[in-house]
T-cell receptor, first 115, second 113 residues
């Protein structure tokens, strides 16, 4: 049972480079989201999606783009990496579970360093 | 007031101790509440949802006070394996929605032998 799969697990980039963090889930979840976690800051929502073709901004969207062409995949793009984007990135998914609130299933995380 | 505020910790307790975590939230329209657990360098995992009437799962008891906008988690008879960071999570979205989750910064618990 794969759950939420994130790739890569580790990445080092130079300032100005671009890259895409991949996230895939095999649970047919409608809702997917990206968070970043920094020391002393907790998890902060970057972007989220409530279904294929629908995305919206979270708390800290600047410098990141997302798309949701399929239910399974929700990639996060860094257009021009900056040192301030050094962080641990988590992708999460859940059923929207109308009438109840479903738990978030998190991927293992991607540890990203920008030099 | 910060959206979700937790005890800063860290907490260091001996095995068998009872430990309580406190959390306050600012959005009075928040509909659902959770406690997550995060082990070092791992992803967060749901520990338990928090219901209005309070709920218990083994050694863990969660309480919600909507009037005070306060959530608590009590761990009884703590084990070494309970050592982790505990995250208070509040959903400010309408019931049945999962977006608008706001995480507290977490409280680190270390249970010592």
């Amino acid at each position: 049972n794969a759950g939420v799969t994130q790739t890569p697990k580790f990445q080092v980039l130079k300032t100005g480079q671009s890259m895409t963090l991949q996230c895939a889930q095999d649970m047919n979840h409608e809702y997917m989201s990206w968070y970043r976690q920094d020391p002393g800051m907790g998890l902060r929502l970057i972007h989220y999606s409530v279904g294929a073709g629908i995305t919206d901004q979270g708390e800290v969207p600047n410098g990141y783009n997302v798309s949701r062409s399929t239910t399974e995949d929700f990639p996060l793009r860094l257009l021009s990496a900056a040192p301030s984007q050094t962080s641990v990135y988590f992708c999460a998914s859940s059923s929207t579970g109308k009438g109840s609130n479903q738990p978030q299933h998190f991927g293992d995380g991607t540890r990203l360093s920008i030099l | 007031r910060k959206e979700v505020e937790q005890d800063p910790g860290p907490f260091n307790v001996p095995e068998g101790a009872t430990v309580a975590f406190n959390c306050t939230y600012s959005n009075s329209a928040s509909q659902s509440f959770f406690w997550y657990r995060q082990d070092c360098r791992k992803e967060p995992k749901l520990l338990m949802s928090v219901y209005s009437s309070g709920n218990e799962d083994g050694r863990f008891t969660a309480q919600l006070n909507r009037a005070s906008q306060y959530i608590s988690l009590l761990i009884r008879d703590s084990k070494l394996s309970d050592s982790a960071t505990y995250l208070c999570v509040v959903n400010g979205a309408p019931r049945g929605s999962n977006y608008k989750l706001t995480f507290g910064k977490g409280t680190l618990l270390t249970v010592n032998p």
